[in-house]
């Protein structure tokens, strides 16, 4: 069944994961009434071996990463660090926000697939977050969120707030001052060309809210996919859908991923705090590798930006030059 499914799939130039493989394959043996006790283990080596079976080829597109200078990285943590001692805060008093694009509509241009081929063009339709955590993760703050319309036409002349969101509007969906005008704050900017270095959210966090939207995005074209919709239409979600799937992403970021990247930041002076564990992480697949890494920091950052390469969306179901 499964091999029928994915032949089927790849006539109509679906893109897949492994993580869907996964999926899949649970469902089908699911369906047939395999018991718990006898269902395959779905490991890495399955996977592997499954898609040379298949003829199925993994495209990731590698990125650059942010360079500084180690001594300019370094003075900015002491800096930090200095001024969280000379005040006396505590790990719950102090807060990192952070703002990231989410293009909403994003086909994955890298997946599984028997052969090369062109896709699906996505849509550059974009919500601005700002995503505010403090140092032991205990308070997560319902992401703000900016779009372009005070009222899009899928909230159906409610509000954003009338359906549960912390959403305000401005014609290009960015954060301006206006919009963020806070109180009985003391507020730290980081250096310029630094933040990719010592910004806490930068160090994992929003890659593993993005890296769960985008599993939510891809799980929710499947299922469009098995009842019957075209290739050219399951990618298409409204706005209030898009932010209903980034709701439960950043719910599913979890206190020990926000504690570890922090720690990662470098700009906690040194202080009592909980033993680091394993971030949690969207995809079924990198449960494994997760189990046996001796720094999860530094794992989970890598394990995550394999999920962006593997999801990241730039509209079009081929690899980027």
Not at 88 to 117: H, R, T, W
């Amino acid at each position: 069944m499964l091999d029928l499914w994915i032949s089927k799939a790849m006539a109509d130039k679906l893109l897949l994961t492994g993580d869907v493989i996964h999926q899949k394959w649970r469902q089908f043996t699911d369906l047939v009434g395999v018991p718990d006790d006898e269902q395959l283990k779905l490991s890495e080596g399955w996977l592997s071996w499954y898609k040379a079976q298949a003829g199925l080829k993994e495209i990731k597109r590698h990125g650059e990463a942010a360079s500084a200078a180690s001594e300019t990285v370094d003075r900015e943590q002491q800096h930090i660090q200095g001024l969280i001692t000379k005040y006396g805060y505590q790990p719950c008093d102090i807060f990192n926000a952070d703002e990231s694009s989410l293009f909403y509509v994003m086909p994955p241009d890298q997946g599984l697939s028997n052969k090369q081929g062109s896709g699906v063009k996505g849509k550059k339709l974009r919500l601005t977050y700002l995503f505010v955590a403090n140092a032991d993760g205990s308070k997560k703050l319902r992401p703000l969120v900016i779009g372009k319309a005070h009222k899009p036409q899928a909230f159906r002349n409610k509000t954003g707030t009338d359906l549960g969101f912390y959403y305000q509007n401005n014609a290009k969906a960015w954060m301006t001052g206006t919009l963020c005008s806070l109180s009985n704050i003391r507020v730290k900017n980081f250096e310029p060309n630094l933040t990719a270095h010592v910004q806490p959210n930068d160090q994992g966090v929003i890659h593993c809210f993005k890296a769960k939207y985008r599993s939510k995005y891809v799980h929710y074209a499947i299922d469009l996919y098995d009842s019957g919709i075209t290739l050219a239409e399951i990618y298409n979600i409204n706005q209030l859908e898009a932010m209903q799937l980034a709701d439960e992403a950043w719910n599913e970021v979890d206190t020990t991923t926000i504690q570890n990247c922090w720690q990662k930041a470098g700009i906690l002076p040194n202080m009592d705090s909980p033993p680091r564990t394993q971030p949690s992480l969207p995809i079924s697949s990198l449960v494994h590798a997760m189990e046996t890494c001796d720094d999860p920091i530094t794992q989970a950052d890598s394990l995550i930006q394999n999920v962006l390469d593997d999801l990241e969306a730039t509209g079009v179901l081929q690899p980027s030059n």
